[in-house]
């Protein structure tokens, strides 16, 4: 059993990541922005607690993290204004990875994306390219950090049902690169448990491959 904080609880990964930690004894504790946001959370097993991570110092996200013995990154702007993308998706992200250090815990689980890189050859006018910037900026400070990490990249996700099985993957891999929504849930959380799976990025899709045995190859 462990005691988990999940930062951007009310996400739809998160939302479905919650009732799988809560099954196996874990306790999780949702952070939230919106207080409306907290029955849907607490449907799920999980405490909320409402807290804007895009305005917390890393001293505030700290208070959130310590007595913790896990933090899942599954926050971001959504889209929407390359400032508002780089305040949350780099800069709330890279607040919280020092917030760990500081707050002694040192297993973390970034969900990221598929393919991102510091070379992500997104184009400048694109309007992903915030994004892909923030994403490849907030990864490598958690890579440079002191903590147990592992970054999670799915690649495109859907809302279909879980299948259970992927394929780990880079973005130059061929094929389509989907993933359902409860597929990159169930990963997170076996993440979380697999030592096999600490100091490494591991991009996926949906695959042949049971979950638990692809992130342990």
């Known amino acids: 059993m462990a005691n988990v904080v999940v930062l951007g609880g009310h996400g739809k990964v998160a939302l479905l990541l919650a009732p799988l930690l809560v099954a196996r004894g874990d306790g999780v504790t949702a952070v939230v922005r919106n207080p409306d946001h907290e029955s849907d959370v607490a449907a799920t097993g999980a405490r909320p607690v409402v807290a804007d991570i895009e305005e917390l110092d890393v001293d505030g996200l700290a208070d959130l993290i310590r007595g913790h013995d896990a933090v899942v990154w599954s926050a971001g702007a959504g889209g929407g204004s390359p400032t508002r993308t780089f305040a949350v998706d780099r800069d709330a992200a890279v607040r919280s990875i020092d917030a760990a250090v500081s707050a002694g815990v040192q297993r973390y689980v970034m969900v990221s994306y598929l393919g991102a890189r ?10 992903f390219h915030a994004y892909a910037e923030a994403k490849a900026a907030a990864d490598e400070h958690l890579r440079g950090s002191s903590l147990a990490f592992t970054v999670l990249g799915p690649g495109r996700l859907t809302l ?3 299948t259970g099985r992927i394929d780990v993957v880079t973005s130059r891999d061929a094929g389509d690169n989907h993933v359902t929504r409860a597929d990159v849930a169930a990963v997170v959380a076996a993440a979380l448990v697999e030592e096999a799976t600490v100091g490494r990025t591991i991009g996926f899709r949906n695959g042949e491959t049971p979950i638990a045995e692809a992130i342990r190859a």
């Open 118 to 127: 510091a070379d992500h050859v997104v184009p400048a006018d694109d309007p």
């Open 160 to 162: 279909d049902e879980p």
